[in-house]
Structures are given as structure tokens and as C-alpha cells.
């Protein structure tokens, strides 16, 4: 709906699992460059470069396996 669930800046080191009883979540990210997405144990490649932002990325394994071909 829209509605911002959590906002905070992660440091280094820091891990986030989305909650497994919400559907259809999305982030917006700061520094693509400075974060590693893993699902189902496996590295996605890249999200972008270091600095840029990307808005409405999926939180669901399969959104995210859809938009990096996995």
C-alpha cells in the first residue's frame, strides 16, 4: 500500500531478512553498489555502482530472481 515499513542506514555488516508473513515488499536503496542481495544462499550479481539509488526493488525471491535472470 505504500505504507514505509522500516527506514534506517545499514552499516557494514549489518543483515536484513525480510519477514517471511509479508507479501509484495519493496526497498528503495541508497548505494547499489555498496550492498549484496543473497537468495537462496546464492549472490545475485551486482545490484548497480557504488552511489546509485534504486527504488521499488522487489523483497520476494522470485521478484528478485526475475529482475537479475536468475
Known amino acids: 500500500?505504500?505504507?514505509?515499513?522500516k527506514s534506517w542506514v545499514m552499516r557494514a555488516g549489518e543483515q536484513y531478512v525480510p519477514p517471511a508473513d509479508q507479501t509484495g515488499l519493496k526497498v528503495m536503496i541508497g548505494n547499489a553498489g555498496a550492498?549484496?542481495?543473497?537468495?537462496?544462499?546464492?549472490?545475485?550479481?551486482?545490484l548497480g555502482?557504488?552511489?546509485?539509488v534504486?527504488?521499488?526493488?522487489?523483497?520476494?525471491?522470485?521478484?528478485l530472481k526475475t529482475r537479475f535472470n536468475r
Open 1 to 5: 500500500n505504500g505504507a514505509v515499513i
Open 35 to 46: 550492498l549484496s542481495v543473497f537468495v537462496d544462499g546464492v549472490e545475485l550479481p551486482p
Open 49 to 52: 555502482a557504488q552511489g546509485a
Open 54 to 63: 534504486i527504488r521499488d526493488l522487489p523483497l520476494d525471491a522470485t521478484g
